[in-house]
């Protein structure tokens, strides 16, 4: 690993130096950072599921701060980048057990339910054809929600009662459905609300923004999701959510 691929960033108020790869899911995204603000200041003995773990911000941001343990999933095999980014933080390999899963399909029942998970998964809203399922580490389903309410009801399973799962809602989802679905197995709490612009030919070379748009715009007319166009640029909120299982 050379100097140069390694970055330094800010979760809660300590910082982290992660290895870059440049595969999607390689990099901390925007919305994860954001998402750490509202996970809670402390961790100690707290034992982590970090769903969707990629480099492993979600997963070593909790082990500085004195979690006990940390399970990481991704569909992809990032072990290799995630020992890398123990060492530069200093800790210990047995810290964190990586399962290559998609959700939780290859995770063995645990012993012990887990205290706090933290998921922020594909959403995108898209088209469902082939040529979009192949957005790998983005496509989520054609209302957006297979994905998020897949982890939710299917995490409620290893979660501990009483115990948290963070997680990311956009608008530009049937979020409705989430709420209403999750609703039955927690008690929802919006913790913050962002204002995000989607970004121009985000989904190329698979699909073109017209063709983007007018998905959404499908979605939109269904009263599925919500969105505003301002000066040509489409505006959504993201909603940043605590779950309590109950
Ligand atoms: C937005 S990135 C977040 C990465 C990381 N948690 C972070 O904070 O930087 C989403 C991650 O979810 C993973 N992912 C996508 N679909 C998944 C699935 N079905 N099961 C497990 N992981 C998945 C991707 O490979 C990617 O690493």
Not at 170 to 178: A, Q
Request: with cysteine; net charge positive; glycine share 8%.
């Amino acid at each position: 690993m050379t100097k140069k691929n390694i970055s330094e960033f800010k979760f809660k108020n300590i910082s982290l130096n992660l290895s870059q790869d440049a595969r999607s899911g390689g990099n901390v995204s925007h919305s994860s950072r954001l998402l750490s603000k509202i996970l809670p200041k402390e961790f100690k003995g707290k034992s982590i599921l970090d769903l969707g773990c990629g480099s492993g911000y979600m997963s070593i941001g909790p082990l500085v701060l004195g979690a006990s343990s940390v399970l990481a999933i991704d569909v992809d095999d990032v072990s290799t980048q995630l020992q890398a980014n123990l060492k530069l933080n200093n800790i210990p390999e047995n810290k964190i057990k990586f399962f290559k899963s998609n959700l939780f399909d290859s995770v063995p029942p645990l012993k012990d339910k887990i205290d706090i998970i933290i998921a922020n998964l594909p959403q995108h809203s898209l088209p469902a054809t082939r040529k979009a399922k192949n957005l790998l580490g983005k496509y989520g389903g054609f209302d957006g929600t297979d994905i998020v309410c897949r982890g939710l009801t299917e995490g409620a399973n290893f979660l501990k009662v009483g115990g948290q799962y963070y997680g990311a809602v956009s608008e530009l989802t049937n979020y409705e459905r989430t709420f209403a679905l999750t609703k039955c197995l927690y008690n929802v709490k919006i913790k913050q609300t962002i204002q995000k612009v989607l970004r121009k030919e985000e989904m190329l070379p698979w699909l073109s923004d017209d063709e983007l748009i007018s998905h959404l715009e499908l979605l939109k007319m269904g009263g599925l999701i919500s969105y505003e166009r301002l000066n040509g640029d489409i505006t959504y909120r993201v909603h940043l959510v605590q779950f309590t299982l109950r």
